[in-house]
């Protein structure tokens, strides 16, 4: 019983930045990778970033440098700062966890609801 709450997503003029955040909440007993995925109307979920318990980033190639990953484990929040952005930032941001439970073994995917982000003039 998990839940990954997005907040941060609005309207931004290219070339401006914005601040993501991510929540979980729940019975967790840990945390494993989080990540950042976005979806743009009618295009397929691709990763963003991801960041491992050990705080080891990826970024997709695509970003430049651009996007910033990071976490805190003692609040089991994941960022996700974007800078320079374009319009084609322009997308539904999602945040991504492997979380283990609490009086559990296994490990499950747990995605949040999404928060819009637009880049326009």
């Known amino acids: 019983q998990v839940q990954l709450v997005e907040s941060g997503g609005g309207l931004v003029q290219p070339g401006g930045s914005l601040r993501l955040s991510c929540a979980a909440s729940?019975?967790?007993?840990?945390?494993?990778?989080m990540a950042w995925y976005r979806q743009a109307p009618g295009k397929q979920r691709d990763m963003v970033a991801r960041i491992s318990s050990s705080n080891s980033p990826n970024y997709a190639d695509s970003l430049k440098g651009r996007f910033t990953i990071s976490r805190d484990g003692a609040k089991n929040t994941v960022y996700l700062q974007m800078t320079s952005l374009k319009p084609e930032d322009t997308a539904v941001y999602y945040c991504?966890?492997?979380?283990?439970?609490?009086?559990?073994?296994?490990?499950?995917?747990?995605w949040g609801q999404g928060t819009q982000v637009t880049v326009s003039s």
């Open positions: 991504y966890a492997i979380i283990q439970f609490k009086y559990s073994g296994p490990t499950y995917q747990y």
């Open positions: 729940g019975n967790i007993f840990s945390i494993y990778d």
